[in-house]
Each structure stands twice: as structure tokens, then as C-alpha cells.
């Protein structure tokens, strides 16, 4: 009996160490959890918008879908007045929001997250590269003279959202440190897309406008430096940074990622003062819950619980307050309706003659082919020569897998190819290429992790 109680006392501690030690890795990666469970709804959400925008646009009421996005609509006052068909407010206007959270969630990542360490951000990064360039030089072998060339950018970028949400669909088959090395590389990408937008898809620039921007942002790095936290006050100087760009010819989207990097990520508290202001109100409240009775105690109550919500305010940063406040409409909404409004082609002729036009082929191969192979062969040779390690509980079918899913380009793909091409009938065909390469990388993907690896129980340590 005391043998029997001993070992019951025993697995008791055993247990409690094994709680213990995965309290602080819950904490670690909880907020990665939750923002991988997001993205991957939105996943399911963005593919509905496409489903939907591709039915609308070849049903009988296909007539019907550019009339919607070439209505007209007038925002400003007197002299400011913007005059835009509904398109162009969603690709110029509320795409700035969603560039604005990419450049939040890049930021982020850089200081406290994936990216933040050379050793942590080694095998991404090689990885990221690998996976625009190669994409890129099949593009441009397929499509080497006119306007269709220009379009060598579209098929390097990788949609975050549809990524993880086929890796969701996969459960424990996949370890929690392929989602992060898979976010890691589609952030990288996106610092790589918004690069190319700035450089190689500006057209004539008016340095005043630019000027004015510029001076914006230093007048917003200013404010952060003088440790001003008020949401408001970014977001005005956010939309005259906004409209400077709009003017000066460089894409509006850059100024959202631009501004992101004024936002301060510092708390303006202490984790000690914190704790103990917490202290002095709960003491606060329980006084006056045993003097519940009185008009004093009531009014001590509710200035107390005003006073925390202040303290906890003040405890988050104003980056990760506009996260918390912008993300749900950007995945839920505004991504959604991004796709909406650009994934309707109206498929005329032969399918498959349109889908073996050069262009197309430029799209599908850099997708589906020059992803996978510059991803996976990138981050093979990057370990391979000691230069960056396998994550833990990572394989290298795990690896192959993600690079054949980072050929999904889908949302930056159709933003890239909407200023790649002025001619309105390469940019539907380009539309062909990306929804089909899209498609193929998300099915291909999905069957190589899902029938190659094995189930693992790695996220269970962290549930």
C-alpha cells in the first residue's frame, strides 16, 4: 500500500512538472495559434468570394457584375472630392487597409515574432527568396517581349490565408512549427511583393506629392518617438499619408505598409506598476462589495472599474490594438470582397486554348512548379550547407509540402496583376492562370501532406 501510494504520489508530481513545463510554451504559442485559426477562416471565406465571383460573373446575370463595380461613387467635401468606379475604391482605397495590417503583422513579426532572431528568420527568408525568384525567371522565359511580360511578379507572391487554411484542414498531420515557417515565408513574400509594387509597377512619379508623404511619415515617427499611443491621431495622419501617395503616382497600397512602421509596439506600462495598480483596485472593490449598500461605495466601484480599463488599455500596444481592431474586416471582409470584385472572369471560347496562351502558362508553371522547387530546394541547400536548420518535428516531405502550397497566390497575385496590365483582355487571361495555378498547388499540396506524413502529436502539447 505504501509502495502503491508512493507511485500514485509519484505521477501526481510527474504530471504537475508536465503542466509546468508547458504553461510558459502555451503562452508562447498561443497568440500564433489564435492568429493561424483566423487566417485560415478567412481562407475558407476568400474561396467562397472566388466561387461565387466566378459563377456570378458566367451565369445569366454575368452583365451584371461589371455594372456593379463600375458604379460610381463620390466621397469627399467642396474641393475634395474623390469620383471612382467601386473597383478602384476597393483596389486603391480598402486595399490600403489590408497592405496597412500586412506591414502591422511584417513589423510584429521583425521584433517579437518569427522573424526576430537571424537564427529563427535564416530559413524563411532563404526560403522566401527562392520561392519568388525562381517563379519569376520561369514567368519571363515563357513571356519574353510585349506588354504580357510584365507580368513576371504575379506568380511570386504567396496568399497567407489560403495557405493555412489547407494546412488546418490537415490537423495534427502537420506540427505547429511548419504553420510558423509557413507564415514566416508568406510575410517575407509580402515584404517582397510590396518591394516590386514600389519599384517596377509605379508609373510617372510627382515628387511634390511624394515629398508631402514622406514628410507625413516623419512627422508620424515623430509623434511615436514624443510616445503618443492615440489610434486616431495614426489613423489621420495614415489617410494624408494615403492620399499623398495616391497623387504622386507611387501605388497607394506602399503607404499602408509605410505607416505600419511608424506604429509603436511598446507598452507605455511596467509589468510591475501594472500588477500592483491591479492590486490596489481589486482591494478597492472588495471594500466596496462589503459596503455594497452605500451611493459611495457604488461610486468607488464603477471609478475603479473605469480605472482598469484604462491600465489594461494602456498595457497593449497601439500595433496590437489596431491588429485586434483591423483584422477581422480585413479577413472577413475586405479580402472577401477584394475577391468579389477581381475573381469573376467571364470565361469565353475555349477553356483550355486561353489556359495554353503564354501567359497563362507563365502563371501556372511559376506557381506551381517555380514555387515548390525554389522553396523546397532553397531551404534544402540553406541547411544543407549549415547556414539555417530543420525546424522541430519538421520533415522534409513537411518542407516539400509547404512549397508546393506557397503556389498559392491568389489575393497578391490578382492585386499584382491588375498593375502589371493595362490591356483589360491579358489581365482576364492572367486571372485564368492564377485561380488554375492556385488551385493546383492548394489540391497538390493538400495531398502530399496529407497522404505523405504521418499523424504527429506535437500540437497536442500545446492545446
Known sequence: MPEDLDDFQQDAMNQNSEVATRQPLNRLIQPFQNFARQEAASGIVLFTAAVVALIWANSSWGHGYEAVWETHLKIGLGR??????????????LMVVFFFVVGLEIKRAMLVGELVSLRKSTLPIVAAVGGMVVPAVIYIALNTEGEASRGWGVPMATDIAFSLGVLSLLGSRVPIALKVFLTAVAIIDDIGAV???AVFYTGDIAWGALGVGAALLVVLSVINMLGVRSLIVYAFVGVLVWFAFLESGVHATVAGVLVAATVPIKIRVKTPDFVSRCRDLLALLERCESDRDTIRASHDQKAALQEFETVVHQMESPLHRFEHLLTPYVAFFIMPLFALANAGVHIQGDF???LLQPINLGIVAGLVIGKQVGIALSA????RWGIAELPFGVSWRHLY???ILGGIGFTMSLFISNLAFTDGALGSEAKIGILVGSLISGVIGFLVLRFGTNSTAVDSVVD
Do not use: K
Not at 380 to 383: D, F, K, L, V
Open 80 to 93: 475634395f472630392v474623390m469620383d471612382e468606379p467601386l473597383e478602384i475604391w476597393i483596389n486603391d482605397a
Open 195 to 197: 518591394i516590386v509594387i
Open 352 to 354: 483550355w486554348d486561353a
Open 380 to 383: 534544402w541547400a540553406s541547411i
Open 401 to 403: 509540402g509547404v512549397g
